[in-house]
């Protein structure tokens, strides 16, 4: 175990911010983990783990000692008439992974292809997208306890997912809850590809995919390929132009606030949710208020998805939480909703 210091994160951050880690340690597997907690020196500071940076803002240095989870492996560990289980190393890229899944016959991640980031951050934030989220495709992960070096196995149920939520997003604030945000470093996740295969074309883009093919029961492959052309068509690559995917979550009201919406924005759009709720088009709102192409310095709201706000080229994290909050206010004056930002501000 190295711990490196004043490490650029510019390449370890989807936005694409200028930033240093203060320290910086590289995490391989279990046993560097469990070095790091076991440290005199580097046990006392305050972690932040960093998996793909591809849900991050950073506002400035980085103080906490940053831990850079480089866990590889990638395997299949169980097959049964259930499904297949694969395994993938937390740093491997969550894209690469699922390509991997269709190609060799382990089908189910198609819808999740071409979210950016990592295999570790997957969970931490139940990624989602056209349809299915992580949580429908899980088995169970691997992480090692920042205070006390230990490993430990959690089960679905044990990480708590929500919309883009799971106990490692939460703070353990009174004795006995059970957070573990900065505590755990999650090194290995097991997924379940359930048997028999079948896609999920629920989502709006994905039936008008198969009414523009006439292709009514398309292979895994189809649907990889379809949900690769319809993000790139949409969504910014961070690899062009910095960004972090969602900026904010879709909001939840009630049937009440939402017809007292409709009744004004007859448009909007929105999805009622199976308890009760109904959930709105954050990007749809943004829209409404004129934001799509607006910028704050170097910091903009992309063109193509008011949802994403994007480094233009040189933004501060400092930009980009001007423009978050503009965008906050003025959502909040004309609809009465308060957004919340998705990605992890440091
Ligand atoms: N819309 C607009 N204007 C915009 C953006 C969206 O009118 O500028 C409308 C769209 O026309 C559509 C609706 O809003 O009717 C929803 O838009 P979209 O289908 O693009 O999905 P989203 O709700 O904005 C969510 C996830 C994405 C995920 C897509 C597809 C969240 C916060 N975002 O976006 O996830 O890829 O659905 O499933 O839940 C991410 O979390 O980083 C992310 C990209």
């Known amino acids: 175990m190295i711990a490196e210091s004043n490490v650029p994160l510019q390449p370890y951050n989807s936005f694409g911010i200028v930033a240093k880690a203060h320290t910086l340690v590289r995490v391989a597997g279990e046993a560097d983990a469990r070095a790091v907690a076991l440290d005199p020196a580097l046990s006392a500071q305050p972690k932040f783990v960093l998996g793909g940076g591809s849900n991050l803002v950073l506002t400035g240095d980085v103080k906490p000692l940053v831990l850079k989870v480089e866990v590889r492996g990638l395997r299949l560990v169980d097959e049964s008439a259930r499904g297949w289980v694969v395994e993938a190393g937390a740093g491997e890229t969550w894209h690469d992974v699922v390509a991997w899944t269709i190609a060799n016959g382990y089908p189910g991640l198609e819808n999740l292809a071409l979210i950016p980031g990592t295999v570790g951050g997957a969970p931490v934030q139940n990624i989602g997208a056209y349809g299915v989220e992580l949580q429908d495709r899980f088995e169970s992960l691997d992480a090692v306890h920042l205070d006390t070096g230990e490993c430990f196995t959690l089960s679905a149920a044990q ?112 999805y009622p949710m199976l308890d009760g709720n109904i959930k709105l088009a954050a990007g749809w709102l943004i829209d409404a208020c004129g934001w799509k192409g607006k910028s704050v310095g170097q910091a903009g709201v992309y063109e193509k998805q008011a949802l994403v706000l994007v480094n233009r080229g040189g933004a501060t994290g400092g930009e980009v939480m001007t423009l978050a909050k503009a965008i906050q206010t003025s959502v909040y004056e004309r609809f009465g909703i308060r957004l919340e930002p998705e990605p992890v501000v440091v």
Do not use: M
């Open 159 to 270: 990480c708590a997912f929500g919309y883009r939520d799971s106990v490692f997003k939460r703070e353990a604030v009174r004795p006995g809850d059970f957070g573990l945000a900065g505590r755990a470093l999650i090194t290995r996740v097991r997924f379940l590809l359930p048997k028999p295969w079948k896609a999920e074309l629920g989502y709006a883009d994905l039936e008008r995919r198969v009414l523009e093919t006439g292709i009514t029961r398309p292979t895994p492959q189809q649907v990889f390929d379809w949900v690769c052309a319809i993000r790139s068509a949409k969504l910014p690559d961070p690899r062009v132009i910095g960004n972090a995917g969602s900026f904010f979550k879709n909001p939840t009201v009630t049937p009440d606030q939402c017809a007292d919406i409709i009744a004004r924005e007859p448009k909007v759009v929105h």
